[in-house]
């Protein structure tokens, strides 16, 4: 049900604003925008697979098709306003997959601090321009460091478990699930890169790939932390503009955080789709081989 809601708000927003998207589209060439698409496919695969690896270290290994599924069902609901949605369509999708609520909360919680804390570094280290007036986000960069030991996520999710009412972790998350995790999310980070990288050079800046990287990085942490915004939309294309200043001029930075975000919202929906024709396949072939086995 999230998800059906979910995709209504994805139809009305494109719809709301789509002179704007067009406009946008008719400046890029097509290979820049199916490059684009393509970067961001493989970006959200490597996501999904940090986000599993978590999962895993604490205890529910799901096949990847199924961990799709959970996933990218699930995260549609952050096109629904609230910040509740997408983790309440993830628990519940989880649950139906031997999960535990608690289990599938913290996991995405976790991964969700580790790309944070690798988009803030990575914005750190290519936008020198942006820093200074953005303080607070490489500020926080220490602060997610220390977050990120796996005795301080158990103790931080636990302490929230009870303040929910509901049962603490039955194990703290291992560290190599954690340094696996931190690797495909930095991987995923890298290649997010390449989806904005390739509208900015066919827009006439050049090749400016770390810059690109950064401004996404950036763009995406800030709309995170403004979590009254579904899905950081409005505050995500600020703050790219800002970011690529140096290469582009506003209205040309405006086109490429448009076009990043329209990628973005049909990749998300496309792995929305993928995941939920693979999770249906998965269960098929359980159900089957348990009927073999009964027989």
């Known amino acids: 049900m999230v998800g059906l809601v979910a995709l209504g708000f994805v139809g009305y927003g494109l719809t709301r604003n789509w002179a704007e998207t067009e406009a946008a589209l008719r400046r890029l060439s097509w290979w820049s925008i199916a490059g684009s698409v393509t970067a961001v496919m493989a970006g959200l695969g490597c996501m999904l697979l940090a986000w599993r690896a978590v999962l895993a270290g604490l205890g529910s290994r799901l096949p990847l098709p199924v961990a799709a599924r959970v996933m990218f069902v699930g995260q549609l609901g952050k096109y629904v ?3 509740v949605w997408a983790y309440a369509a993830m628990m519940e999708l989880g649950r139906d997959h031997g999960a535990p609520p608690r289990r599938t909360f913290s996991a995405t919680s976790i991964a969700l601090v580790v790309s944070l804390g690798c988009a803030l570094a990575i914005a750190a280290a290519t936008l020198w321009h942006v820093v200074g ?14 977050c990120l030991h796996p005795r301080v996520l158990a103790f ?26 931190t690797a495909w999310t930095t991987l ?30 950036l763009a995406w942490a800030t ?14 294309e600020g703050a790219m503009v800002l970011a690529l200043a140096p290469v582009l001029d506003a209205p040309e930075a405006l086109v490429a955080a448009v076009v990043s975000r329209l990628v973005f919202t049909f990749c998300d929906v496309a792995w929305a789709g993928l995941g939920f024709l693979l999770g249906r396949m998965a269960g098929r072939q359980e159900s089957r081989a348990s009927t073999y086995a009964a027989q």
């Open 81 to 83: 306003p609230g910040a």
């Open 133 to 146: 007036r953005a303080w607070y986000l490489p500020a926080l960069i220490p602060l997610i460091a220390v």
């Open 156 to 181: 931080g999710l636990n302490l929230f478990l009870r303040v929910a009412r509901r049962d603490p972790l039955d194990r703290v998350l291992p560290g190599s699930a954690l340094v696996q995790a």
């Open 188 to 217: 995923g980070w890298l290649v997010y890169g390449v989806h904005l990288w390739l509208p900015v050079a066919d827009l006439g800046a050049g090749p400016v790939y770390p810059l690109a990287t950064g401004a996404y990085a």
């Open 223 to 236: 709309g995170l932390l403004t979590v009254i915004v579904p899905a950081g939309i409005g505050v995500r």
